[in-house]
């Protein structure tokens, strides 16, 4: 951990990522029928949960019986599931290759439910025979590109790691970081790549935000790591991911990432829903059978461990879901210039002289007057007041004042005729269409599991555990990947 970024997560502990999903809709209704009753009439409660015990000892006779009668069929058809067999109690011993490899793939964009669009036998294959999060991998908020996969890296938060946005402002500097700023000193933590090479590995990386910074140990060396340029077809990709596994086996990379741009690409232009996206969708499933066919071929198959995650999901946005700050002049006028960034993260930073916390007031004031068209979708905080699971205050980097809106709501300076309508991210991560995927698959993945879904800052101890070397300090649970993963010894 390098020394500007360690004082920051000092007094951060370790955030198990599982407290962070809401509950389900079956621990909610437990939890409402075992507290509902009230203690002030004990004996209509006794009556009552006689009555209830002998319904449901009905009910269950009822269902016995009706279990006999299906039994016979069920028995009799060919069972679908996957069969677990006695050795995958333990990490499966490898075959060719000398030690765990780790291949992280990510399709930007893939929301989660999209695995269901179209025919994706390739991505069934790694979820039939791997481990799945069955509703889909958290991504931290802001749930925009930069942030999440610099975060799938780190372990950390983007209060922490320092993506904070996909462009945003230096407050000392007023220096501007875009998606193409590589000088380090925008980029904090430790990336699995360095975490890697620290321990006299190697690491691999096709594309990956963060993957070009010269940092630490990693030098991004020309024949493991490439400048980012979106023309390259991804078929291009998986060859050049594959050809890594053809190096004598001690100098195949124990990391390696993988990167396309779909469907993120084409959710934007055309919303979720569209048949563009379908077909995006088939196709990045075509990109995975082919990178199976190739390490099946090259007899590894069954020993990298893959683990496919997007980085966000999609929602569809229309004209009419739109907020223009325009419409908020009679209680303020917020300049241009103070707004860093509009839709769907919105960020203000007020020059120096102007309180934030009035700010907030008064724009709170106009969205809540109901005079401000869509106002009540709309909600602006102090950082600090924002709630604590989105981990979005403890940097200088975030401005001082965020808006949180309503998924599928856009906000826009002024009003215009435009009318378009697309697709966008960057919302609550606690937004179901913010979800992406989770599939682990590989010797130290159960076969045919499924486990709840999980914020990615958990995915950097997941890969240092399965590359059996410490990480650094981060805001995963050191727990986390002994709950998935299988254990290397009985
Ligand atoms: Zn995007």
New binding site residues.
């Given amino acids: 951990m390098g020394s500007d970024s360690s004082s920051i997560l000092a007094p951060k502990k370790p955030v198990p990522a599982q407290e962070e999903d809401p509950p389900s809709p079956t621990t909610a209704l437990l939890s409402f029928n075992t507290d509902s009753t009230s203690s002030s009439d004990s004996s209509r409660k006794s009556t009552a949960t006689t009555v209830v015990f002998i319904s449901l000892l009905l009910v269950t006779c009822v269902a016995l019986s009706a279990a006999g009668a299906f039994a016979f069929l069920f028995f009799s058809t060919p069972k679908t599931t996957i069969q677990t067999t006695s050795s995958d109690s333990v990490a499966r011993p490898l075959r060719n290759l000398d030690r765990p490899v780790v291949l992280l793939i990510s399709s ?2 893939f929301r989660f439910g999209y695995q269901f669009k179209a025919p994706t036998p390739n991505i069934g294959r790694l979820i039939a025979n791997g481990t799945e999060a069955e509703t889909g991998l958290i991504p931290v908020f802001p749930t925009l ?1 930069f942030p999440n996969h610099y975060s799938i890296v780190t372990g950390l938060y983007p209060a922490y790691h320092g993506i904070i946005n996909n462009h945003f402002v230096d407050p000392y500097t007023g220096d501007h970081f875009t998606m193409s700023s590589h000088e380090p000193k925008w980029w904090l933590g430790e990336p699995l790549w360095e975490t890697v090479v620290n321990h006299g590995l190697k690491a691999a990386l096709y594309f990956w935000p963060g993957s070009e910074v010269i940092k630490g140990s990693w030098t991004c060396p020309e024949k493991f790591c490439h400048q980012y340029n979106g023309s390259v077809p991804f078929e291009e990709r998986v060859d050049s991911v594959l050809q890594y596994f053809d190096l004598p086996s001690s100098e195949i990379p124990v990391f390696m990432t993988l990167y396309f741009e779909d469907p ?1 690409h084409q959710g ?1 232009k055309v919303g979720p829903d569209d048949p563009q996206i379908t077909e995006a969708v088939a196709n990045i499933d075509r990109l995975i059978g082919k990178l199976i066919a190739g390490l099946e071929k090259r007899g590894v198959f069954e020993d990298v461990n893959i683990i496919l995650v997007g980085d966000h999901g999609m929602v569809g946005t229309c004209d009419k879901k739109l907020i223009f700050l325009e419409n908020l002049a009679p209680w303020i006028e917020i300049p241009a210039d103070w707004v860093q960034s509009y839709t769907p993260l919105l960020a203000i930073r007020p020059p120096q002289g102007v309180e934030p916390s009035d700010v907030v007031k008064k724009i709170n004031e106009g969205l809540k007057s109901g005079k401000v068209e869509n106002g009540e979708y709309l909600r602006v905080y102090l950082k600090e007041e924002l709630p604590s699971r989105l981990h979005y205050a403890a940097s200088d980097r975030i401005p001082p004042i965020i808006g949180l809106l309503e998924e599928g709501f856009k906000v826009e300076q002024k009003g215009n005729d435009k009318k378009e309508c697309g697709g966008a ?1 960057g919302y609550d991560n606690a937004v179901f269409s913010m979800r992406t995927i989770f599939v682990g698959h590989g010797p130290q993945f159960p076969r045919g599991k499924k486990i709840p879904s999980f914020e990615n800052v958990q995915i950097y101890n997941l890969v240092t555990s399965i590359l059996n070397i410490p990480g650094a300090p981060n805001n995963g649970s050191l727990s986390f990947p002994k709950s998935v993963l299988l254990p290397s010894t009985p």
């Fill in positions: 930007d964009g590109t993120d934007h991210h």
